[in-house]
């Protein structure tokens, strides 16, 4: 860890965790696609982003069910809660781009909790954040019937990407929405016929 990336995370104001933080941590490169966090899997380390995306998932039966993605300056719940409770995480995290990653101990994380007030901030606010997240997930699927589930995901991300062609494919949106390959394919087909949107191969563009 460098003063030069530090100064990237904006979000820990006192000189002596900024200290600590460069003696205790490190910083990793993940590529898209790679894994860091499994499913089950016991954790000594807690990552903070500093450039890039992590997207945390749930994985059963050959379906997976998104549950946020960790951008700059975030950290995992599922991971937070794992290392400060040392217990098994419950959810899988995978680098979706070129991701740059601060790696903590995890044993440090209850400590700097009572030392740090802007390390405390960070943690609650990090629960807060994906609590609200989880929840609004949660009435999504509860609520929401998929086709307009699917409608509002695609508008959402043409504007992120300011295009009306999206390069996604049906497995990859089914995984996003935690349905089936089956059940986005029909929805598109009769979004296609209803000329919604045009279906290409590896993309989808809205009309």
């Not at 003063?3 to 460069?22: D, G, H, N, V």
């Amino acid at each position: 860890m460098t003063k030069e990336l530090l100064s990237e995370l904006r979000l820990f104001t006192e000189p002596e965790l900024q200290a600590e933080i460069l003696k205790h941590g490190k910083v990793i490169q993940a590529n898209a696609g790679d894994v860091l966090i499994r499913e089950g899997q016991y954790l000594n380390f807690l990552p903070i982003v500093i450039r890039g995306k992590i997207r945390v998932y749930q994985e059963k039966d050959d379906r997976e069910i998104l549950l946020y993605y960790v951008g700059p300056e975030e950290t995992c719940m599922m991971s937070l809660s794992a290392a400060y409770l040392d217990y098994q995480s419950a959810a899988n995290g995978m680098a979706i781009e070129p991701t740059e990653i601060l790696v903590l101990p995890a044993h440090l994380i209850a400590d700097w909790q009572l030392k740090y007030p802007s390390w405390n901030r960070y943690i609650v606010r990090t629960f807060k954040n994906r609590y609200d997240e989880l929840l609004n997930a949660f009435g999504n699927v509860a609520f929401k019937p998929i086709s307009l589930r699917v409608k509002e995901y695609l508008t959402e991300q043409a504007k992120v990407s300011n295009s009306k062609k999206i390069p996604l494919s049906h497995q990859t949106l089914a995984n996003e929405l935690g349905t089936t390959r089956v059940v986005i394919s029909r929805i598109l087909k009769q979004f296609e016929k209803n000329k919604v949107l045009r279906l290409h191969r590896g993309s989808i563009e809205l009309a």
